[in-house]
């Protein structure tokens, strides 16, 4: 849009490249950005240098941290024995804010997707089969229940099981609080094949 | 969320501080930030900086530009005695994309809204009343059909018109392509009193 300025535009082209912001909304933030106080622009922008900087890897369970350990992998009173396998940092913020799970996580980064060309050496597999050489109780697979995440929950447990290690996986069913004329046919049908007694 | 790490949460929290922008998707930014490589965010904090720092006013029109006068003002082939006065320079861009106008704009940044104390003397309509004092043949009201934009067009329309100036609103009624039974009442009804002959 030759209206605005170069910067304008240059500004709405970036931002707009950014996941889950269209165009318009891209506009919206840049104006909004321009109006407002220097110091604050200035401030998120080297928020988005320092954390690009300054984040890695936990070198135990590859969640995004600030420190060569990750909070929770330091923690003594967490049962390092009990480790849940997620796709990504953001599944492991959803599951610790429950305050149910008293164990660790190991975070994959991704899901084996032979469509889009990610195999099991893409992600963080390796790494989990090396920690469980260690003395681990149980691996919980807490991937996605998407196509994706079964096949990778799938894949891990076969090479887990033969070191002798009890793996699990999450139900999946109909969601709390979900009204099942809503719900699609298969989660109807693995709701029902995963049954409990009462 | 003390699981992250400093870094992460100050992204988030500055992040999910911008218009549009809840605690999810700051959230899912920050990471999506934190995995882009480092120049990509250098170059996307670098925009942010520069157009913070370089855009400023056009000196006749106020809209958002990096020269003394936006494009729009310094062509010659527009007609600039016609102006089309807006809220903001997100309404000035919807005009100009439908190619129809061929005058130039003024724009207000904001409509008197007694609510929220924005006076006239907040906005830009003593630099329109100025700017008219030259050769004007007409000013077209477009500020929004809100109540803010209504009283807005009226006071401007009452400064304007003992100075001898064509002053015109746009019109308002039922949006093209429209289904009349979603349609609100306010807007039913001014698209009756607006009635034009065919």
Do not use: W
């Not at 954390?51 to 390092?80: E, Q």
């Amino acid at each position: 849009m030759e209206l605005y300025s170069g910067y304008i535009n240059k500004l709405v082209d970036e931002l707009a490249a950014l996941p889950g912001i269209g165009n318009k909304s891209a506009q919206r933030l840049a104006f909004h950005l321009i109006g407002m106080p220097e110091a604050k622009v200035r401030r998120l922008a080297n928020s988005m240098i320092e954390a690009k900087a300054n984040v890695r890897y936990c070198s135990k369970c590859f969640t995004l941290t600030d420190s060569d350990l990750c909070p929770i992998c330091s923690k003594a009173n967490r049962n390092h024995r009990l480790i849940m396998v997620v796709e990504n940092s953001r599944d492991l913020a959803a599951y610790e804010k429950t305050g149910k799970f008293e164990g660790v996580y190991h975070v994959l980064h991704g899901a084996i997707s032979p469509m889009t060309g990610i195999g099991p050496g893409d992600i963080k597999i390796k790494e989990l089969v090396e920690r469980c050489a260690d003395d681990v109780d149980e691996v919980i697979l807490a991937t996605n229940s998407s196509l994706e995440g079964e096949t990778t929950a799938m894949y891990i447990s076969k090479l887990l099981k033969p070191m002798g290690i009890k793996v699990t996986r999450i139900a999946s069913g109909v969601p709390v609080g979900g009204d099942l004329e809503y719900i699609d046919e298969v989660t109807l049908t693995r709701a029902l094949d995963g049954r409990v007694e009462i």
